[in-house]
């Protein structure tokens, strides 16, 4: 799998940087492509109390309670220091070579020999105030041998982080020393951590053949301006992107771009055309934020929070549509985009009526078009991107179980709700939508579930 050539002089200007004497930054050495200095892997990786004065008494913020090493992997924690330049929206130059240390969280193969050689770097969301691994899919990272690592490039997660644990992370600073508040320099913090990665440094030695920038709702606003405005006129340094449950670039560039859209985040009929260089999908009854998702967090919060949020929707809200299904699809198409320049699979876009801002629905309310999961085609539960009420409830879509004469009625007999189970996946499976293995949990959880034998008629889930 060879690295793609609008990287390579990047990297091998960047490893010259490294080797200067001296503890010279290396964006002094070697401008056009700035590698920050790291530090770590930082010590403490089991939850201990956050206050405490002594870093190895501390823990990484979010840190997952996935049993890697189970899997054969590691969590590490780094710190990453340099000069970073500064961009307006506008893709504007603000300031040259300003100071500022971040953090990078890497989970990753232990050895070298289980590594598949691709690594998903995530810009984490701080829409909720915090740094937010939103991206991160424990099963479909470990299995196919990934590497994932989430940056905090932007003001909100550095202030929240320095608060959170003082010993830990007092010394993080994304703004210049408040010079930059606007997440000026957030564009070449995440690129010079990818640049981390790309190297090695806070890989473990691993090396990363495919570099791919992924980033969820407000971070892929973000990402767009990256793309967009600041990319054209710096040094490449991923080689696909993944914009997800958000906004996506309008600027055709060398590297493919994949935008996954929840039914949540499709508002109009009027939506980009896929290209040579980009692919939209969008995914029937799926939310911007949904159940799999909250349910992973909730825990995390409860240790590192003091409580996972609470929310009082007006309709029983996160969809349990598993949109983590069809990005995992979505990562091994751009994969693919861009080891061999195979173009992903498209996929039809959700229907509108003549209005073009309706959704066209069928009789039980789901939506039509869009890439239809079984939980969609053989629906247990009323699944939808749409809710109203209270702070992010419009985000998190709707969950209403059917009654009992409901699924007796769609479902007089185990196989005639397993059927169309396996015939959507098997479907979506050929169709480049769904992987294989997501497949199959999909199968084992609609067998547990006893859908269409007498004694669970009493509701769906």
């Known amino acids: 799998m060879p690295i793609s050539p609008w990287r390579r002089v990047g990297l091998v200007t960047a490893a010259l940087a490294l080797l200067a004497p001296n503890a010279v930054p290396a964006s002094a050495t070697a401008a056009a492509d700035p590698v920050p200095r790291v530090v770590g892997p930082l010590p403490g990786t089991a939850p201990g109390d956050r206050l405490a004065e002594r870093i190895e008494d501390t823990h990484p913020f979010f840190s997952t309670p996935v049993d890697l090493a189970a899997s054969g992997y590691v969590e590490q924690e780094f710190h990453l220091s340099g000069l970073a330049d500064g961009w307006s929206a506008a893709g504007a130059r603000v300031a040259d070579d300003v100071p500022y240390t971040t953090r990078v969280v890497v989970r990753r193969p232990a050895r070298a020999r289980d590594f598949s050689g691709t690594t998903l770097v995530e810009w984490q969301n701080v829409t909720a105030g915090y740094d937010l691994d939103a991206l991160w899919n424990a099963d479909s990272v470990v299995r196919a041998g990934h590497a994932w690592v989430g940056v905090s490039a932007q003001r909100v997660g550095a202030e929240q982080l320095r608060g959170w644990s003082p010993a830990r992370y007092g010394n993080l600073d994304v703004t210049?020393?408040?010079r930059f508040p606007a997440d000026e320099l957030s564009y070449d913090i995440f690129t010079q951590a990818g640049r981390a990665v790309d190297l090695g440094t806070v890989m473990g030695g691993l090396r990363t053949r495919t570099l791919l920038a992924i980033e969820a709702s407000q971070s892929s606003a973000r990402m767009a301006i990256l793309y967009d405005r600041v990319l054209p006129q710096t040094s490449p340094v991923f080689d696909g992107y993944a914009f997800v449950v958000g906004a996506a670039p309008t600027r055709a560039g060398a590297e493919p771009v994949f935008q996954v859209q929840s039914e949540t985040d499709v508002r109009s009929a009027q939506r980009p055309a896929d290209t040579d260089r980009f692919r939209r999908w969008e995914v029937a009854g799926a939310a911007h934020s949904g159940y799999e998702g909250q349910a992973y967090r909730a825990p995390i919060s409860e240790r590192d929070l003091g409580g996972a949020p609470e929310y009082a929707c007006d309709r029983p809200p996160f969809s349990r549509v598993p949109m983590h299904h069809v990005t995992a699809a979505a990562y091994e198409h751009l994969r693919a985009w861009v080891q061999r320049g195979t173009p992903p699979p498209t996929a039809r876009p959700l229907e509108f009526e003549a209005d073009g801002v309706t959704k066209k629905r069928d009789a039980l309310g789901l939506a039509l078009g869009g890439i239809r999961l079984s939980q969609v085609v053989a629906p247990i539960a009323l699944n939808t991107g749409d809710n109203t009420g209270e702070a992010f409830c419009r985000l998190f879509g709707t969950h209403e179980p059917f009654d009992g004469p409901t699924l007796s009625r769609l479902y007089p007999n185990p196989a005639s709700y397993l059927g169309p189970v396996?015939?959507?996946?098997?479907?979506?499976?050929?169709?480049?939508?769904?992987?294989?293995?997501?497949?199959?949990?999909?199968?084992?959880?609609?067998v547990a579930s006893g859908i269409g034998r007498p004694a669970h008629h009493g509701g769906g889930s």
Do not use: I, K, M, Y
């Open 176 to 178: 210049g020393g408040g």
């Open 422 to 446: 396996v015939s959507t996946d098997a479907a979506n499976v050929h169709a480049g939508h769904l992987l294989p293995a997501d497949a199959r949990e999909n199968l084992r959880d609609a």
